[in-house]
């Protein structure tokens, strides 16, 4: 992985996830996902400097945490929480 990236999961209907989705993913629909009662998520990989700016307004201490990670970090937004976690390489 691109150690200038993250991986983000956001909630589409979650305010920080909204705002962050419509930057990345502008004018998507989403409501084929909701119609059915789904609950629509972003996936993908962003560019870590910008997330880092974005989460920092949002909740420092996690910003801090995705500052400091030297590997590949995954940022997750759902419920009005922020959350960073370091990615580990998995094998079969």
């Known amino acids: 992985?691109?150690?200038?990236?993250?991986?983000?999961i956001l909630n589409v209907d979650d305010p920080n996830g909204r705002q962050l989705t419509e930057m990345l993913m502008a004018n998507a629909d989403?409501?084929?996902?909701?119609d059915?009662?789904?609950?629509?998520?972003?996936r993908g990989l962003a560019m870590?400097?910008?997330?880092?700016d974005l989460i920092g307004a949002l909740d420092p201490y996690e910003a801090e945490k995705l500052q400091s990670m030297?590997?590949?970090?995954?940022?997750?937004?759902?419920?009005g929480v922020v959350a960073v976690f370091a990615a580990e390489e998995v094998s079969a």
């Open 48 to 52: 870590r400097d910008g997330i880092q």
């Open 70 to 79: 030297a590997g590949f970090g995954v940022v997750m937004m759902d419920r």
């Open 1 to 8: 992985m691109p150690a200038n990236a993250v991986m983000v």
């Open 30 to 34: 989403w409501q084929p996902h909701r």
């Open 36 to 42: 059915p009662g789904e609950i629509p998520f972003t």
